[in-house]
């Protein structure tokens, strides 16, 4: 069988360590998962009590169009339901994006250490990405972004992602530059912006714009919105879109037809009403983060403040070595080598408990991983 060259050589997302298979191979009772940027509460008791209503139902088929979950997002976020699309998470959004938009030989143009989805879903329908360098603060740099657009037209750029706030480096944009941007790049009608907007929740910095507040002002806008991290539904994989017309004309075309199952939509409306979860979701995450950088700062490793649910912290150590040591004291974290950060580790926030758990395990691992 011929296989694209493409294909042969993807290298295949890899995701946190589940903690029954550290369990498992390190014979642990207790592991404690920081890697994957989850929620730790659980899922919101008001999701919880929509799925229990809507489990007697699952020998139907899903409803198709998400009607009742779109009807809410579009009111939710203020825009017509006609610009709500739903995915089986917003990884399938953003593979589908790419799928519909552009052909092999064409471009997606995204920052350097951007959400890997990006590059494995182009790879994987022969789109070739283009990646425009971080700034030393490891800050997104939109000017080089739109510069590289004008730059390349031969490039056929037909995307352009911009994951804000950014996974795994925790930065985001905003004020003048995201004004600028938008002067140059908005209302064009050969590429498309797409706002990854996962973690916007979390987000402190008052500079900060979020694509989804002034998405109605621009023609080629589309901001993707996940309910994996503050909404505490990542496995039961839901994400949404709010984009223009003709794309949501096109994704309805695309995606298989019971994308999200009724568990999924269920859970997404109960969750979006459920203030008081997404609150303490936000507390949680903000008090987590400025004991990390509390105690970061203590142990002398450097860190990027972030704007996420996570921590991207230096341990001057080969990072492997010091992932493997942390799985064997229970701890898992993320390994960022895949990004070019061959010496961190990405942390993400989870209970007050937990984080201070893995803060004792990381000052022990200090002592036993050699500085490099
Ligand atoms: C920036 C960003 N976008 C999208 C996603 C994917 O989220 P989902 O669980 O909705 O597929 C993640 C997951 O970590 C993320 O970090």
Same mark, same amino acid.
């Given at each position: 069988?011929?296989?694209?060259?493409?294909?042969?050589?993807?290298?295949?997302?890899?995701?946190?360590?589940? !903690? =029954?298979?550290?369990?498992?191979?390190?014979?642990?009772?207790?592991?404690?998962?920081?890697?994957?940027?989850?929620?730790?509460? @659980?899922?919101?008791?008001?999701?919880?009590?929509?799925?229990?209503?809507?489990?007697?139902?699952?020998?139907?088929?899903?409803?198709?169009?998400?009607?009742?979950?779109?009807?809410?997002?579009?009111?939710?976020?203020?825009?017509?339901? =006609?610009?709500? @699309?739903?995915?089986?998470? =917003?990884?399938?959004? !953003?593979?589908?994006?790419?799928?519909?938009?552009?052909? %092999?030989?064409?471009?997606?143009?995204?920052?350097?250490?951007?959400?890997?989805?990006?590059?494995?879903?182009?790879?994987?329908?022969?789109?070739?990405?283009?990646?425009?360098?971080?700034?030393?603060?490891?800050?997104?740099?939109?000017?080089?972004?739109?510069?590289?657009? &004008?730059?390349?037209?031969?490039?056929?750029?037909?995307?352009?992602?911009?994951?804000?706030?950014?996974?795994?480096?925790?930065?985001?944009?905003? @004020?003048?530059?995201?004004?600028?941007?938008?002067?140059?790049?908005?209302?064009?009608?050969?590429?498309?912006?797409?706002?990854?907007?996962? &973690?916007?929740?979390?987000?402190?910095?008052?500079?900060?714009?979020?694509?989804?507040?002034?998405?109605?002002?621009? =023609?080629?806008?589309?901001?993707?919105?996940?309910?994996?991290?503050?909404?505490?539904?990542?496995?039961?994989?839901?994400?949404?879109?709010?984009?223009?017309?003709?794309?949501?004309?096109?994704?309805?075309?695309?995606?298989?037809?019971?994308?999200?199952?009724?568990?999924?939509?269920?859970?997404?409306?109960?969750?979006?009403?459920?203030?008081?979860?997404?609150?303490?979701?936000?507390?949680?995450?903000?008090?987590?983060?400025?004991?990390?950088?509390?105690?970061?700062?203590?142990?002398?490793?450097?860190?990027?403040?972030?704007?996420?649910?996570?921590?991207?912290?230096?341990?001057?150590?080969?990072?492997?070595?010091?992932?493997?040591?942390?799985?064997?004291?229970?701890?898992?974290?993320?390994?960022?080598?895949?990004?070019?950060? %061959?010496? &961190?580790?990405?942390?993400?926030? @989870?209970?007050?408990?937990?984080?201070?758990?893995?803060?004792?395990? !990381?000052?022990?691992?200090?002592?036993?991983?050699?500085?490099?």
């Amino acid at each position: 069988m011929k296989v694209s060259a493409e294909i042969l050589s993807l290298v295949p997302y890899k995701p946190g360590k589940p !903690i =029954s298979e550290v369990q498992r191979e390190y014979g642990l009772t207790e592991v404690i998962k920081l890697a994957s940027n989850e929620n730790p509460l @659980g899922p919101s008791p008001k999701a919880l009590q929509a799925i229990q209503k809507a489990l007697t139902e699952q020998h139907r088929y899903p409803d198709p169009s998400c009607y009742d979950l779109v009807q809410k997002i579009a009111q939710k976020w203020n825009v017509p339901s =006609s610009q709500v @699309g739903i995915g089986n998470g =917003s990884n399938e959004i !953003i593979d589908l994006l790419i799928r519909i938009f552009c052909e %092999p030989g064409d471009s997606i143009l995204t920052t350097e250490a951007a959400f890997v989805a990006y590059k494995v879903c182009a790879q994987a329908a022969r789109v070739k990405v283009r990646a425009v360098p971080l700034r030393a603060d490891l800050s997104m740099d939109l000017k080089g972004i739109a510069d590289d657009f &004008y730059r390349n037209p031969g490039s056929k750029t037909q995307l352009i992602f911009i994951p804000n706030p950014n996974n795994p480096t925790g930065t985001s944009v905003g @004020g003048e530059e995201m004004d600028e941007f938008l002067t140059r790049l908005g209302n064009r009608d050969d590429v498309l912006l797409v706002f990854d907007e996962a &973690y916007t929740e979390y987000v402190r910095d008052p500079q900060f714009k979020a694509a989804q507040k002034f998405y109605n002002k621009y =023609s080629n806008i589309i901001v993707i919105k996940t309910f994996s991290k503050v909404y505490g539904l990542a496995g039961l994989r839901l994400g949404a879109m709010l984009a223009p017309e003709f794309v949501l004309e096109l994704y309805n075309r695309v995606r298989n037809p019971f994308n999200v199952n009724e568990l999924a939509q269920a859970a997404g409306i109960a969750a979006l009403d459920d203030v008081e979860y997404i609150q303490a979701s936000q507390k949680t995450v903000w008090e987590g983060l400025d004991f990390f950088y509390k105690e970061l700062t203590r142990l002398k490793l450097p860190f990027f403040k972030s704007e996420g649910n996570f921590v991207l912290f230096d341990t001057q150590r080969n990072s492997e070595m010091c992932f493997t040591n942390l799985l064997k004291k229970g701890i898992i974290l993320r390994p960022v080598t895949n990004y070019g950060f %061959p010496t &961190y580790l990405r942390m993400t926030v @989870g209970g007050m408990a937990e984080n201070k758990k893995a803060i004792a395990a !990381i000052e022990q691992m200090l002592t036993e991983v050699p500085k490099l």
